[in-house]
């Protein structure tokens, strides 16, 4: 079945995906995606990679909350089995 006119196939998985760097490069540093090079400046995070919550300005902080309700429960819900049971 043929995709419609409008939307391109997916893209294969199989392919490994390469940063290619030609042989004649003077500079092995790497580049970060912003393009600066050897900064001290702290890192400034896009708009889009904030997770626009109240209290969490990054997304590990996020998981990280999460993580810890999730022990928290299991840990309320073994002792609360082992004192009413």
């Given at each position: ?16 995906r ?17 393009g600066?090079?050897g ?9 889009v990679?904030?997770?626009?919550l ?15 309700c999730?022990?928290?429960y299991?840990?309320?819900?073994t ?5 009413f049971?």
């Open positions: 079945m043929m995709p419609p006119p409008d939307q391109t196939p997916p893209a294969s998985q199989g392919r490994a390469h940063s290619e760097r030609s042989v004649g490069d003077e500079s092995n540093t790497p580049v970060d995606n912003h600066a090079q900064t001290d400046a702290p890192c400034q995070m896009d708009p990679e904030s997770p626009g109240p209290w969490f300005r990054t997304w590990r902080g996020v998981y990280l909350f999460a993580f810890g999730f022990v928290l299991v840990v309320l819900l002792v609360f089995s082992r004192a049971s």
